[in-house]
């Protein structure tokens, strides 16, 4: 099925090159400036800068007394598509890791469906531990809370931690569950809106107009008196 830019421009094809020579070149000109002048700008989604501040979760250390783990993210999200890019990711406290965001291969109780943030260097047939903010409004320019309980953030620790943990299930360690997730303690999030991202079809008719226009202004250009 054709999208809408491609049915313009099948429509006004046949008509515009029966078009004599002389309103042709007139035709080509209306032509070029209004698909320079069709909205571009028409947006397939938007794209956010998003901060998560002092993500905590705690639990009873293994031994006892309280652990603390916290998870600090930033990068650029599209909440349509799911896709995440240039993200700085880490979990810190009993458990370190770099985390990037991604589909994994968790096969736990406790593992999140979908992209999440997740430790990639889970050694093989380990699950990783994963990171989900489940954030549900977007365009929050100041430090908001981030949800707690079941539908807010949460953190996947599975029951090796992933293999590459030294400090998993050791005494003082936060504890590993397959089975379950923590919910989070506190922490924040800003989202902010960097800018639409353009529809391919729209791109085009942008570069064709301005090619139009390119062939004209050269045109004229080098006319001869």
Known sequence: MLNPSAQMLRAIRLPF???????????????????LIWPPHLRADAIYYVTITNATFTATCI?????????????????????ATDVTASITGTLHAELVFGLT??????????????DPNAKSGFNPIEFNPNISTYNEPNPTPLG??????QLFVPAKCGGDQTACNT?????????????????????????????????????????????LLRRRRWRPN
């Open 63 to 83: 031994g006892g007394g309280t652990c603390t783990e916290v998870v600090n993210v930033s990068g650029y999200y599209d909440p349509l598509t799911d896709i």
């Open 171 to 215: 005494i003082g360690a936060f504890p590993g569950n397959g089975d379950i997730d923590y919910d989070l303690t506190s922490g924040t999030y800003t989202s902010v809106e960097v800018g639409p991202v353009p529809e391919p079809a729209s791109l085009v008719l942008l570069s064709t107009g301005a090619g139009m226009m390119s062939v």
């Open 148 to 153: 707690t309980g079941p539908d807010g953030a």
């Open 105 to 118: 291969t968790c096969t736990a109780p406790g593992c999140f469906s979908g992209g999440t943030l997740y």
């Open 17 to 35: 090159w029966i078009l004599t020579a002389a309103k042709r070149k007139t035709g080509l000109a209306v032509l070029g400036t209004f698909l």
